[in-house]
């Protein structure tokens, strides 16, 4: 349809203009190659006198080409204003509104709770010491997502101090991504907040210019090469441009890049991007550095060399937040450490410290003489029996073979299970034994156990003891036909009944709920 009306076309002129910036760009765009082809006219053919702007200039005239350009830079100044706020955060939803707190810390562990104490009253921060000063601090954090009613981070709060590495470690889920992803402003908390060198994270956006981030997924750019990636982050980091050059040098050393620098991104191994990933997230360096699996995937000798950079940058007080599946490098590298289930730290502190809290004793690992095949059956068998003999300990047995043994003992000391065993050496023929502590990846396991257990059923108490009858019914008379066993009287039923309700989370009972509550 043809607008005869010249208001109306002038209206939808500008109405598309303002609306629009490509169609505002175009006609700035188009003018200039009008202005430029009658310029060219002019330069080859003098004596022309012809006139070659197009039907939409010459219909609007000339003199709007000024207005075009106004709107242009209104339309950089809005779309900047657009990406600050986005960048910001400042449009990100909270939730707060939504979430309903049923929160109590007197639930929390001793430590956890003493932690959080000292991160909420200011304690580190009011002191004049540097070294006890955190560079980062997580304040009762909380991350709800009211869609799927799901609490990822539940009141989290603990402090990291200058040169210390923190690790954070549990299963997938727990909310250590999720906790990581707040800090470094990828996403809106729900309540509380994260403290980068006593700066808000989601208040001034200069504190993240302080910290770097390896993420759990690779995220580079891959159209870029190594070198160039690291050249880039430098320059972002405002490092001088005269030390740039062997900043990315000394780091492409270390971190063993020097011989893919000028691959690009998307050509390299999922070990070669682990180690970039941590290169950029150590340069500058920054003051807290947030490692979420660093080393995932990176051959051991890369590993190694790795946890000697970490090493390194501690000495150099750079502070460090690690989470690893990986026991032995958080052994090695960690000063504290913090185990989280379902978005709460279950327990923290030093490695010593949770092994000698949350320790269930001593492994032992016996080797007997070899004489015989007999022999060596009935002596381990014997060095069985003496172990369980002994009532005034919890022993364990977790493994045997032919000549060999594995024992969790409990209920006992080093020195007391050393005198043990060489006082009866020689009578139960044994060859060799190591007594070790419980490990780290142990005490990481009771903790999964646990949330295995809760997961599996729901707690009950005697009240629900009417609706689990004919559960506990139906497994009993199952057992009763399909291994012989007797049937219980109703006394006897009942008498049962209340000794599984009072263990209700002993692994039988659980197995009887997965088999029978669908």
């Given at each position: 349809m043809i607008i005869e009306s010249r208001s109306i076309q002038k209206l939808l002129y500008w109405l598309f203009n303002v609306i629009s910036p490509s169609i505002n760009a175009q006609v700035i765009i188009t003018y200039l190659l009008a202005k430029k082809s009658r310029l060219c006219n002019l330069i080859?053919?003098?004596?022309s006198t012809s006139n070659l702007p197009t039907k939409l200039l010459k219909s609007i005239g000339d003199d709007t080409i000024e207005w075009n350009i106004g709107i242009l830079v209104l339309h950089i100044l809005l779309f900047l204003?657009?990406?600050?706020?986005?960048?910001?955060?400042l449009l990100q939803l909270s939730?707060?509104?939504?979430?309903?707190?049923?929160?109590?810390?007197?639930?929390?562990?001793?430590?956890?709770?003493?932690?959080?104490?000292?991160?909420?009253?200011?304690?580190?921060?009011?002191?004049?010491?540097?070294?006890?000063?955190?560079?980062l601090t997580v304040n009762n954090l909380v991350k709800y997502y009211p869609i799927r009613k799901v609490?990822?981070?539940?009141?989290?709060?603990?402090?990291?101090?200058?040169?210390?590495?923190?690790?954070?470690?549990?299963?997938?889920?727990?909310?250590?991504?999720?906790?990581?992803?707040?800090?470094?402003?990828?996403?809106m908390s729900t309540q509380g907040t994260a403290y980068i060198d006593e700066q808000n994270v989601h208040r001034r956006i200069r504190s993240t210019r302080h910290l770097g981030y390896c993420p759990q997924e690779n995220c580079s750019m891959d159209f870029l090469t190594v070198q160039d990636s690291l050249y880039l982050l430098a320059r972002i980091r405002g490092i001088k441009p005269s030390r740039i050059k062997s900043i990315v040098e000394t780091i492409s050393s270390l971190f063993l890049l020097n011989p893919f620098l000028n691959n690009y991104i998307h050509e390299l191994s999922g070990g070669t991007k682990r180690r970039l990933h941590t290169a950029i997230a150590l340069i500058g360096p920054p003051l807290v550095a947030i490692l979420d699996e660093p080393t995932t995937g990176v051959d051991p000798n890369a590993r190694q060399q790795m946890q000697e950079i970490f090493l390194n940058a501690i000495k150099a007080k750079l502070t460090i937040i690690l989470t690893s599946h990986s026991m032995d490098?958080?052994?090695?590298?960690c000063n504290r450490l913090g185990i989280m289930v379902r978005g709460q730290l279950a327990c923290l502190?030093?490695?010593q410290h949770l092994k000698s809290k949350f320790?269930?004793?001593y492994t032992i690992e016996i080797k007997v003489r070899s004489i015989d095949n007999d022999t060596n059956t009935i002596t381990i068998q014997n060095v069985q029996a003496f172990l369980l003999s002994q009532k005034q300990y919890h022993v364990e047995i977790k493994e045997t073979t032919q000549s060999t043994g594995l024992f969790q003992i409990g209920g006992s000391t080093p020195a007391e299970l050393f005198q043990l065993l060489e006082e009866n050496k020689q009578r139960l023929n044994i060859e060799t034994y190591t007594i070790s502590q419980t490990t780290l990846e142990q005490i990481f396991l009771s903790f999964g156990k646990q949330i295995r257990a809760t997961d599996d059923i729901e707690i009950v108490n005697e009240n629900d003891l009417d609706d689990l009858l004919p559960l506990i019914r139906a497994h009993c008379e199952y057992h009763h036909q399909a291994e012989q066993v007797p049937l219980l009287n109703d006394d006897a039923f009942m008498s049962v009944a209340r000794v599984l309700i009072a263990n209700i989370n002993q692994e039988g009972f659980q197995l009887i709920v997965r088999d029978f509550k669908d």
């Open positions: 080859t053919n003098p004596l204003l657009i990406l600050i706020i986005i960048d910001s955060g939730f707060s509104c939504l979430y309903k707190s049923n929160f109590d810390e007197n639930q929390l562990d001793d430590d956890v709770l003493a932690e959080r104490h000292r991160v909420l009253n200011n304690e580190t921060n009011s002191s004049h010491n540097e070294e006890h000063i955190d560079h609490l990822a981070v539940n009141h989290l709060t603990f402090g990291a101090r200058r040169g210390e590495a923190f690790g954070l470690l549990g299963y997938n889920g727990a909310g250590k991504t999720t906790t990581f992803r707040i800090v470094v402003g990828d996403l490098e958080c052994e090695r590298v502190g030093t490695i320790g269930q004793g």
